[in-house]
C-alpha cells in the first residue's frame, strides 16, 4: 500500500520560503510515477500546483511558475515542494499526491496524502 | 486565464438523481480535455471517482458515472445515498502536463 505523508513548518511569515517534504512509503518513486503538490485554501477550491518525475522533470502551474520548484530526493524516496516570497495567499492545506500515468493518459491522482495546514502570518 | 466552471450548491433528496456539470469559460469540455472527478468528504483528502471522462476508479459505486453533456463534462450520481454529501471537484487536462481544477460543488443529500 503506498503511503504519502507532508511535513514541514505550519507556519511561513510573508516573502519567507514555504518548503515541505512529501515522505512515500510503500513504493519506490526511483520506478515511476509523476508526483505532485495540490492546494487548498480553507473552505476554498482545489490548485494543482506542480508535477515532478523522478528524474526531476517538472510541470508547474504557469501562475506560480517563478516562485515553485519541486526537488526529488530518491535516495529518501521523497520530493518537495518549495514556494518563494509566500504571501497570506498562499495560507493553505498542502498535498501531495501521485499522479497515476501508467492506468491511463495522462493520468489520475490516485493516492493522496492527508494534508498540512499551512498559516502565512509574522 | 483558464477558468473551470462548475455549480457552487446542489441538492439532492436521497434515492434521486442528480447532475455536477463541469465547463470552461474560453470554449466546450470534450474528452479531450480528459475530464475527471473527484470526491471531497470534509476533513479528508479529495478521492478520485472519474476519469478520462467516464472511467470509474476502482472501488466506485456504479451509480456514479461521467459523461460529456452538451459543452460541458457532466458527473451523474443515481440513487444518492446520505454518504454521497460531500464536494466534488471536476479536473481538466490542459496539455503540457498543466492540470486545472474547477472551484468544486456542494452536494447536499436531504
Known amino acids: 500500500q503506498v503511503l504519502l505523508r507532508e511535513s514541514g513548518p505550519g507556519l511561513v511569515e510573508p516573502s519567507e520560503t514555504l518548503s515541505l517534504t512529501c515522505d512515500v512509503s510503500?513504493?519506490?518513486?526511483?520506478?515511476?510515477?509523476?508526483w505532485a503538490w495540490i492546494r487548498q485554501p480553507p473552505g476554498k477550491g482545489v490548485e494543482w500546483l506542480g508535477s515532478?518525475?523522478?528524474?526531476?522533470?517538472?510541470y508547474y502551474n504557469p501562475s506560480l511558475k517563478s516562485r515553485v520548484s519541486m526537488p526529488v530526493d530518491t535516495s529518501k524516496n521523497q520530493f518537495s515542494l518549495r514556494l518563494d516570497s509566500v504571501t497570506a495567499a498562499d495560507a493553505a492545506i498542502y498535498f501531495c499526491?501521485?499522479?497515476?500515468?501508467?492506468?491511463?493518459?495522462?493520468?489520475?491522482?490516485?493516492?493522496w496524502g492527508q494534508g498540512l495546514l499551512v498559516t502565512v502570518s509574522s | 486565464q483558464t477558468v473551470v466552471t462548475q455549480e457552487p450548491s446542489f441538492s439532492v433528496s436521497p434515492g434521486g438523481t442528480v447532475t455536477l456539470t463541469c465547463g470552461l469559460n474560453s470554449g466546450s469540455v470534450s474528452s479531450r480535455y480528459y475530464p475527471s472527478w473527484y470526491q471531497q468528504i470534509s476533513g479528508l483528502a479529495p478521492r478520485i471517482l472519474i476519469y478520462?471522462?467516464?472511467t470509474r476508479s476502482s472501488g466506485v459505486p456504479d451509480r456514479f458515472s461521467g459523461s460529456i453533456l452538451g459543452n460541458k463534462a457532466a458527473l451523474t450520481i443515481t440513487g444518492a445515498q446520505a454518504d454521497d454529501e460531500a464536494h466534488y471537484f471536476c479536473?481538466?487536462?490542459?496539455?503540457?502536463?498543466?492540470?486545472?481544477f474547477g472551484g468544486g460543488t456542494s452536494l447536499t443529500v436531504l
Open positions: 499526491a501521485r499522479l497515476d500515468r501508467i492506468t491511463a493518459y495522462p493520468g489520475l491522482f490516485d493516492t
Open positions: 515532478v518525475y523522478h528524474s526531476g522533470s517538472t
Open positions: 478520462n471522462t467516464d
Open positions: 510503500g513504493y519506490s518513486i526511483s520506478t515511476g510515477y509523476y
Open positions: 479536473l481538466l487536462y490542459m496539455g503540457s502536463g498543466i492540470w486545472v
